[in-house]
């Protein structure tokens, strides 16, 4: 069955770095496209990056420039490269499997941006 697995997070404080990865297993990962999604407290799911089977990339507004998605198909691994973060930033990451947030996805990992 698909597993996906989130680690990486933490407490940063503003302006730090985390890097979250996402072992996937039980499904042929270099096939699908894969998406990072959060949800922070009190509000609903949102996609914050996506990557296509060809490594292409796109990010949610709030994240350009700060973030960066990649994937390495011999790892089945998908990760998060976040720099510069701020204290919205804070919330429980995911990987989904797939594009937008309706896919199966892991049990995810706590980011908290805090001074």
């Known amino acids: 069955q698909v597993q996906l697995v989130e680690s990486g997070g933490g407490l940063a404080q503003p302006g730090g770095s985390l890097k979250l990865s996402c072992a996937a297993s039980?499904?042929?990962?270099?096939?699908?496209?894969m998406t990072w999604a959060r949800q922070a407290p009190g509000k609903g799911l949102e996609w914050v990056s996506k990557?296509?089977?060809?490594?292409?990339?796109i990010y949610a507004d709030s994240v350009k420039g700060r973030f960066t998605i990649s994937r390495d198909n011999t790892k089945n691994t998908l990760y998060l490269q976040m720099n510069s973060l701020k204290p919205e930033d804070t919330a429980l990451y995911y990987c989904?499997?797939?594009?937008?947030?309706?896919?199966?996805r892991g049990q995810g990992t706590q980011v908290t941006v805090s001074s």
């Open positions: 989904v499997k797939g594009l937008g947030t309706f896919g199966t």
């Open positions: 039980g499904f042929t990962f270099s096939m699908y496209p």
């Open positions: 990557i296509g089977v060809g490594s292409d990339t």
